[in-house]
């Protein structure tokens, strides 16, 4: 390989993938030009139209006191709305579907709409 010769230190798949990059062999490739209005998912403008919930797990590392020292486990239920960004979260010791029930009539009673 002259390039090699002639003081390149690359590898050869690093000189094609910089040979492409550069354009000079098989064209430049354009990235498509992205614009808001090709979003995947709508603007929500209306408050409680989509809220997102998750659970996770509480880690260990951020316990403190008897739930540490008991080695208890704890679940934490997330809610936010994306239109307002308003955040509900509560904490249970179990995962459990009877749990994510509780959480969903304390959010209907929380959030305002």
């Not at 590898?11 to 000079?24: D, E, P, Q, V």
């Not at 979260?89 to 709409?113: D, R």
């Amino acid at each position: 390989m002259a390039a090699k010769e002639g003081g390149y230190s690359r590898s050869y798949s690093g000189f094609i993938y910089a040979a492409k990059r550069l354009g000079l062999c098989g064209g430049k490739q354009e990235k498509p030009n992205i614009r808001k209005s090709d979003r995947r998912y709508s603007e929500i403008l209306v408050p409680g139209e989509k809220v997102q919930v998750d659970v996770k797990e509480v880690p260990y590392n951020f316990l403190k006191g008897a739930a540490k020292r008991d080695g208890k486990h704890l679940y934490r239920w997330t809610a936010i709305d994306e239109c307002t960004r308003i955040r509900f979260i509560y904490g249970f010791e179990e995962h459990t579907p009877e749990n994510s029930v509780k959480f969903f009539k304390m959010l209907q009673k929380i959030f305002p709409f």
